[in-house]
């Protein structure tokens, strides 16, 4: 049997038909020049559902089978497709583990796909600080301390969110926040974004599922080599039961018309994963832990060997001088960069990265940010209700309507529902005037609850 049904599907329709009526509009190539001139005989991939090729809400087909090998794949008990990115895995992840009003429980940096799902089902948010690393101050992500006493504080939470791992590739200890989890009788979803590649060679971290989460998100278009916007859901034996509930998220928060390229980029990036990837990935690994120095940051929990995070007060300047020689990295963030190797890469493809990283000195110790209490937020009724527009100067208190996160990375500062500190209108402020670019923030102004 082919490991690539829905590829072999494709294959055969494209050849058995001769005449396109019907959309795509360029009908596989011929009536868009432009594009057939740019990208070929790739047009005619480019196809959405039909009768032959199956329907992603409801598959018994291609696509079923190549999600039934997924599924086998990474240990799942079920695995869902997803063109929306590990967005759309997340809203619908989020959709399907909180039934009957029941809150999430969220560390502050997740990704603001939560809110997605926020909005469509109402749910109401326990936003965690993250523990952070005494060394680098970089975030480790949930304590399994801290996740318990938020769970004892409030019995209405029904899931748990985790980064797994976080953007700098850290993973925080998903066994035992699992394990707390599961006792509680709550279900734990790993936002593994920037995992999919886990468990594919000895130096990365284990995959989440094998740690215990119910309900895991992989961006295969970040670390699993399928193209941009594609990513899968995967369910495990706990959350087995929750299949209808993901279909009808994806259903409701999904196109419907999903780009066949990318089903197939994922169905081909898991065979990469069965075949080549591994060997590729053994090389890049050793290519990355190249990069030494004092200024590259290494912590006290796994970490994605391929993710070279390091800091310097000077980090936006040299990250500048590198793009002049033609590296680019993922983002800066304040004094911290992050450049990510892909599987593939070879020696050449970080020499410059190696030689600056090797010569920065070791960056001063940050300073330490006062831990916060869990805050218990409502999204949903925040973005919904009137706003207006304040100056960051004089929002102390205030509730904040939207989300404001610095981009890169885009991590929220601020959530919609969250009161707005001190501190927290200090730090955009700093980060406004080194011309940083805030989403929510326009002319140092944000949008609050109008009271
Ligand atoms: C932790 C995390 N989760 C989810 C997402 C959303 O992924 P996508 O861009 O595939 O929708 C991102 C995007 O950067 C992310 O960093």
Redesign the pocket.
């Given at each position: 049997m082919s490991d690539t049904p829905l590829t072999d599907a494709i294959r055969r329709y494209r050849l058995a038909v001769s005449s396109r009526l019907h959309v795509p509009s360029h009908g596989g190539g011929p009536g868009s020049p432009a594009l057939k001139g740019l990208w070929g005989d790739l047009l005619s991939w480019d196809v959405t559902e039909q009768p032959d090729l199956d329907d992603l809400s409801h598959p018994d087909g291609p696509i079923a089978e190549a999600q039934g090998l997924a599924a086998g794949f990474f240990g799942a008990a079920r695995a869902f497709f997803l063109t929306?990115?590990?967005?759309?895995?997340?809203e619908s992840a989020i959709f399907a583990a909180l039934e009957g009003g029941r809150a999430l429980l969220a560390a502050r940096d997740?990704?603001r796909?939560l809110l997605g799902a926020a909005v469509l089902t109402g749910m109401d948010v326990v936003l965690l600080d993250p523990g952070r690393d005494h060394g680098s101050g970089v975030s480790l992500g949930p304590s399994p301390e801290d996740t318990e006493q938020a769970l004892f504080a409030h019995p209405d939470i029904g899931a748990v969110l985790v980064?797994y791992p976080?953007?700098l590739g850290v993973a925080p200890d998903l066994r035992a926040i699992s394990e707390i989890a599961h006792r509680q009788g709550v279900l734990v979803i790993a936002?593994a974004?920037?995992g999919a590649h886990f468990g594919l060679d000895p130096r990365l971290p284990a995959p989440a599922l094998a740690m215990g989460a119910d309900l895991v998100?992989l961006?295969m278009?970040?670390t699993g080599g399928a193209l941009?916007?594609s990513?899968v859901l995967l369910l495990g034996e706990r959350a087995a039961g929750l299949a209808d509930r993901v279909s009808l998220a994806i259903g409701l928060l999904g196109t419907s018309s999903p780009s066949y390229l990318l089903l197939a980029s994922l169905e081909q990036a898991l065979h990469d994963m069965r075949d080549a990837m591994p060997a590729l990935l053994a090389t890049a690994i050793d290519v990355a832990e190249t990069v030494r120095g004092p200024a590259r940051i290494a912590v006290s929990r796994p970490q994605d060997p391929l993710r070279v995070a390091w800091r310097s007060e000077d980090a936006a300047a040299i990250a500048q001088t590198l793009a002049l020689t033609g590296v680019r990295g993922e983002y800066v963030d304040g004094d911290t960069a992050l450049y990510c190797v892909p599987f593939g890469a070879r020696e050449q493809d970080i020499e410059e990265l190696r030689r600056v990283v090797a010569g920065l000195p070791a960056p001063p110790r940050p300073a330490r940010s006062p831990r916060r209490a869990p805050t218990r937020i409502a999204p949903r009724a925040a973005l919904l209700a009137g706003r207006r527009c304040v100056d960051l100067r004089g929002c102390q208190g205030m509730v904040a309507a939207d989300i404001v996160a610095p981009v890169p990375?885009?991590?929220p500062a601020l959530w919609p529902g969250e009161p707005i500190s001190r501190e927290t209108a200090d730090h955009l402020l700093t980060e406004a005037s080194k011309g940083r670019r805030i989403m929510g923030v326009d002319h140092e102004q944000v949008w609050v609850v109008a009271e």
């Open positions: 929306g990115g590990a967005t759309l895995g997340v997740s990704h796909s980064n976080s953007y936002d974004a920037h998100v961006g278009h970040k941009t916007q990513a990375p885009g991590i």
